[in-house]
C-alpha cells in the first residue's frame, strides 16, 4: 500500500539530509563604536550589484530551490493558493464629476487595472492596464489621483518593485496618454489643482549614477505641474534645505482654496502643517501649526476652518476645528473628543457635511457617523469581526465606499449613504473556500512586565488542543502601524493545511495610541520582542502548539522581529521566515530611506543608541554553536526600502553559526522590491516556497485534497 501524502511529509522532515550551505567568504573588516570594537565581516555584500554578490546569491537561490523543489505537496500548495488567489478583488471608488474610478484584479492577472465607470451601474471601461507594460508583471500602478472634474487621471508606476515613481496623465473619456511624464517622485500621491490644469507631487533630486537603489533619500520637495508642459518647467512650491530630513504630503482643500502642506520628520509621528492660499500669487506655505508637537492628519474644511485628526492633547486622537487666523490651541474647537476607554479615533472622513469615524477597539474597526457639531448620528452595521479601510467621500455628497475585511471575510467593498448611516454592497467577491470551517477568536495575555496585550487566533472549527498543531506567529510591532484582521489567500491556505494563525498586536504599533506605540520604541523595542515571546509561551501553554511546531514569522520591521526573538530564544521555535527585515541595526540608517526610522530604532551614532541597538540586533546576536530554528530568509534584489544587503549579511552569519541540523535558507527574488505591486504569479511562486518550507521542517501532514478536511496527522493516529 503506497505512503499517503501525510506520510511521506513526515518522514522527510525526519529522514532529509542537512543542507549546505554555499561557502561565503568572511572579510576583515572591523568597526570601532565608542571603543567597542565590532566585526563585519560580510560587508561586502553591502554591494550587491557586484559580481561577487551577484554570484554569492546565485549559489543561494541554487541551494534553496533544490530543497524547495523537493518537498513532497510543493505542486499540490501551489495549486491550491492559485484557486484560491483567483478571485476578483476591488478597491473603494473615487467619484470625481460623476465618473467612479477604482481597480480590479479579475483574479490571477499579475497588477491590478484601473476601471472608469461613468455610473454605479454603469459597465466599467480599462483606463490603465499595467499588464501590458511588461512581460512579467512587474511594472505596478503604485498611485492614481482623478482631476476634480473626472476628466484627466494622474497616475504613477513603479518598476521591479521599486519605490521610485514615475507619473503619467491619461484622458479618463478616450484613455489617451498625454506626453507628461515626471521622474524621481518617491512617498507621493498627485493632487490637482480644482481647475484641473495641473497637480502637486513630491520628488528628491535625482540619485547619482547607478545609485537609485541604494543612495540615501533626504530632502523631499513639493512640485507642481502644470499639464501639457515639461518636468523641466514644473514649479518648486515647497523645500527646506535647513530641514533635509523633513518629509513632505501636500493637499488641495476640496473647494480649490488652500494647499496644505504636511511636514513630518522621518518616521516620527508628529507632524507640522504649512498652508498656502492658492488665489494669492506665489502660493507661499506658511506655518499655521509648525511646532512638530503632535500629528495633524487634515480631514477636510469650511472656507478658512480646517479640521483635523489630532494627537495633540489627546494620546487617541480627536477632531478639532482650527480656524487660520486663530491657530493657538486655546481657540480649537473639540468636534469629537478622545475616547474614554482605550478606542483610537483611527480615521476620519468628512462625507454629504457629516463627519464618518473609524475606532480602533482592540484592534477592529467600529464607525460612528457624527453631525458638524460632534453629536453622535448613526453607528454603521459592519458584517463582522473585521477592519474598515479606504473610506472615500465628498463633503458635499452624501455617498461614500468603504473596503471591509477579516481573516476570513474576502475584501468586501460597501457603499455607505451618511445620512441614514445604512450600507450596501458594491463588489462582493466569491472565493472558493468555505468560511463557516474556521473561527476568530480574540484572546489577551500576559507579557513579562505584566502588560495585557490581545492576540487573533484564527483556525478551523473543532481544532484539538493537543499541542501538536502547526502555528504561524505572525507580527509586527513598530512605527505605530496596528496590525488588524484581513483577508489573504494565503491564510486560508494555512488554515486548510491544519495551520493555526497567531497574530498577537505587539506594542510599537498604534492599536491603543500613543503610549502603546512609546512602549515599543527606542529605549523600550525590547518590550516588542517580550510580547512576542509571551505570545509564543501562551501557545504552548494553551496546548495549541510546541516549540517543534511553531513558526515565527514576518516583514520589513516585522523581519526585525523575527531575527530578534528566533536570536533570544531559540529553542521556542521550530521555525523563522523573516521577510525583507531590518537585521543589521548597526547600519540600516545608511541607505535610502533607512536614516528615518531613527524615530523607532534610534541610531549607532549615538552611544546610546548603539548599545541598545547592539543588544538586540539580529545580526549581531547570533552565537556560533547555537541550534537555531530552521529558517528561510526572504528579500528581493529590487528593495530599495530595506535593502537586501539585511537578509544577505543575516543569512551568511547565521550560516555559519548554527550549531544544529536545522536548515538555513535564503531566497532571494528578482524584479521585486519591499512588497508593494510584487506580481501575484510571484506573490503564488513565493507563498508556495514559504509554506513547502514549513511544510518540511514542521513535519506537516498536508490534507489528500488541499481546501477539503486536513488529514489524519500520524503523530496524533486517527480521530
Known amino acids: 500500500m503506497p505512503l499517503s501524502l501525510a506520510h511521506l511529509a513526515a518522514l522527510v522532515a525526519l529522514a532529509a539530509p542537512p543542507v549546505r550551505p554555499p561557502e561565503t567568504r568572511r572579510g576583515d573588516v572591523v568597526d570601532d563604536y565608542f571603543g567597542t570594537r565590532i566585526a563585519d565581516p560580510y560587508r561586502w555584500l553591502e554591494d550587491d550589484r557586484s559580481p561577487e554578490t551577484e554570484a554569492w546569491v546565485a549559489a543561494q537561490n541554487r541551494v534553496s530551490r533544490a530543497f524547495l523543489d523537493a518537498v513532497p505537496g510543493r505542486e499540490a500548495i501551489g495549486a491550491r493558493l492559485t484557486r484560491l488567489w483567483d478571485h476578483e478583488r476591488f478597491t473603494a471608488p473615487v467619484k470625481r464629476g460623476g465618473r467612479y474610478f477604482f481597480s480590479r484584479n479579475s483574479g490571477l492577472q499579475n497588477q491590478p487595472v484601473l476601471h472608469v465607470a461613468g455610473g454605479l451601474a454603469a459597465e466599467p471601461r480599462v483606463l490603465v492596464d499595467p499588464n501590458a507594460l511588461s512581460a512579467d508583471g512587474t511594472v505596478a500602478l503604485a498611485s492614481s489621483s482623478p482631476s476634480e472634474d473626472g476628466k484627466l487621471v494622474a497616475y504613477a508606476l513603479s518598476d521591479g518593485g521599486s519605490d521610485w515613481l514615475t507619473w ?67 514649479r518648486l512650491v515647497y523645500r527646506r534645505p535647513d530641514r533635509p530630513d523633513w518629509g513632505f504630503g501636500a493637499e488641495v482643500t476640496e473647494d480649490g482654496k488652500l494647499l496644505v502642506v504636511s511636514a513630518s520628520l522621518g518616521t516620527n509621528p508628529e507632524t507640522a502643517v504649512f498652508v498656502a492660499d492658492l488665489g494669492r500669487p506665489g502660493w507661499k506655505p506658511e506655518p499655521l501649526l509648525d511646532r512638530m508637537d503632535a500629528r495633524y492628519d487634515l480631514v477636510g474644511n469650511d472656507g478658512d476652518v480646517l479640521y483635523f485628526l489630532t494627537t495633540s492633547g489627546a494620546p487617541r486622537r480627536r477632531l478639532v476645528a482650527i ?12 468636534i469629537i473628543p478622545e475616547s474614554k476607554g482605550r478606542d483610537v479615533l483611527e480615521d476620519v472622513t468628512l462625507v454629504g457635511g457629516r463627519f464618518v469615524a473609524t475606532w480602533m477597539r482592540d484592534a477592529r474597526s467600529a464607525v460612528e457617523i457624527f453631525s458638524k457639531e460632534g453629536k453622535r448620528l448613526h453607528t454603521v452595521a459592519l458584517p463582522s469581526l473585521g477592519t474598515v479601510s479606504q473610506l472615500s467621500g465628498r463633503a458635499d455628497d452624501p455617498e461614500a465606499f468603504f473596503a471591509f475585511t477579516g481573516f476570513t471575510q474576502p475584501t468586501t467593498i460597501l457603499r455607505l449613504d451618511s445620512a441614514s448611516g445604512k450600507t450596501s454592497p458594491f463588489r462582493s467577491p466569491r472565493v472558493d473556500f468555505d468560511p463557516r470551517r474556521f473561527t476568530t477568536d480574540q484572546v489577551f495575555f500576559r507579557s513579562k512586565d505584566g502588560t495585557r496585550v490581545p492576540m487573533f487566533l484564527v483556525h478551523r472549527v473543532g481544532l484539538p488542543r493537543d499541542g501538536r498543531n502547526p502555528t504561524l506567529l505572525r507580527g509586527y510591532g513598530g512605527f505605530d502601524i496596528s496590525v488588524v484582521p484581513y483577508f489573504s489567500p494565503t491564510t486560508v491556505a494555512w488554515l486548510e493545511m491544519g495551520g493555526v494563525l497567531a497574530v498577537p498586536n505587539l506594542r510599537g504599533g498604534g492599536e491603543y495610541g500613543e503610549a502603546w506605540h512609546d512602549a515599543g520604541r527606542l529605549l523600550n523595542k525590547q518590550n516588542v520582542f517580550d510580547d512576542c515571546i509571551a505570545a509564543a509561551e501562551w501557545l504552548v501553554r494553551n496546548r495549541y502548539t510546541s516549540p517543534a511546531r511553531l513558526a515565527v514569522n514576518g516583514g520589513s520591521n516585522g523581519g526585525l522581529l523575527v531575527g530578534a526573538v528566533m536570536t533570544q530564544r531559540p529553542e521556542l521555535f521550530g521555525a523563522a521566515v523573516p521577510e525583507v527585515g531590518v537585521l543589521d541595526m548597526l547600519r540600516f540608517h545608511r541607505f535610502t530611506i533607512g536614516w528615518a526610522w531613527k524615530s523607532d530604532y534610534g541610531s549607532s551614532e549615538t552611544k546610546e543608541g548603539f548599545e541598545a541597538l547592539r543588544r538586540y540586533s539580529p545580526l549581531h546576536n547570533l552565537r556560533p554553536g547555537t541550534r537555531y530554528p530552521a529558517t528561510l530568509v526572504l528579500t528581493a534584489d529590487h528593495d530599495d526600502r530595506v535593502v537586501p544587503a539585511h537578509s544577505h549579511k543575516f543569512t551568511a552569519a547565521l550560516q555559519a553559526a548554527q550549531g544544529g541540523e536545522a536548515p538555513v535558507l535564503a531566497r532571494i527574488e528578482t524584479r521585486a522590491g519591499h512588497g508593494a505591486g510584487k506580481p501575484t504569479a510571484k506573490l503564488i511562486a513565493e507563498r508556495t516556497d514559504v509554506f513547502a518550507f514549513l511544510v518540511s521542517v514542521l513535519g506537516m501532514a498536508l490534507p489528500q485534497d488541499l481546501g477539503g478536511p486536513p488529514a489524519a496527522d500520524p503523530a496524533r493516529g486517527a480521530r
Open 168 to 234: 503619467r496623465v491619461k484622458r479618463a473619456d478616450t484613455g489617451e496618454d498625454l506626453a507628461d511624464t515626471l521622474s524621481w517622485s518617491k512617498f507621493s500621491r498627485a493632487s490637482w489643482l480644482r481647475d484641473g490644469t495641473g497637480f502637486f507631487y513630491e520628488r528628491y533630486d535625482a540619485p547619482a549614477e547607478g545609485a537609485a537603489l541604494t543612495a540615501v533619500n533626504k530632502e523631499h520637495q513639493v512640485w507642481f505641474h502644470r499639464v501639457g508642459t515639461p518636468q523641466g518647467e514644473d
Open 323 to 334: 480656524r487660520r487666523d486663530r491657530p493657538a490651541p486655546e481657540a480649537w474647537r473639540t
